[in-house]
């Protein structure tokens, strides 16, 4: 997990006193807590970002900030991603698929659901998120979030636009010929 100057600097001047916490959660030995600062107060913050990035342990920030109680400063980590607009998209046909839902290729066109599919691609960043599932009622939009607007936003992630992936409604595959009874994971497995 990688950050940007500006992130670095905006948490270790929000840490403030907070900073004796986090050292506590990754278990900074208190003589090292104490060279933290280098020979400034108020530089500690600094110093566990320090102490962290050479231990290769950054990626585990986001969940120590959860802990402390800090969602102020996880939230700065994973920053938002803004999908660029397109300007003059050419589409054939109406931009309204009816009751189908939208596709991938249907992105150019869905719109007024960025925030929701900005949210998933956080949770997707976030590697304490290993099961992440979208739920509501019947013809939510459900199907529209993630296929046209979480999945071209999966570029934005190292290897992203290469992940596969599958469509699965449970209840499509049926057993038998005795379609009012279905079982979900066979639904799964023919989707995988």
Known sequence: ??????????FCDR???????LADYFEIARGDQERLGGEHAGQEGRGIWDWL????????????LAYIQRPDLRELLVPEVTVPVTTNVSWQGSPYPGLEWFRPRDAPIFFGRDAEANQLLAR???DGHRFIAVV????S?????VAAGLIPLLKELGGGSDWPWYRMTPGEAPLSR???WHDPFLALAIAL
């Not at 939009?141 to 979030?145: A, I, R």
């Open 1 to 10: 997990m990688t950050f940007t100057g500006p992130t670095k600097i905006d």
């Open 178 to 180: 005795d379609t009012t």
């Open 53 to 64: 990035e050479a231990r290769k342990r950054l990626a585990e920030l986001p969940d120590a």
């Open 124 to 126: 997707f960043r976030d």
């Open 15 to 21: 840490l403030g006193p907070d900073w004796r916490r």
């Open 141 to 145: 939009g459900k199907s529209s979030l």
């Open 136 to 139: 509501g009622a019947s013809g």
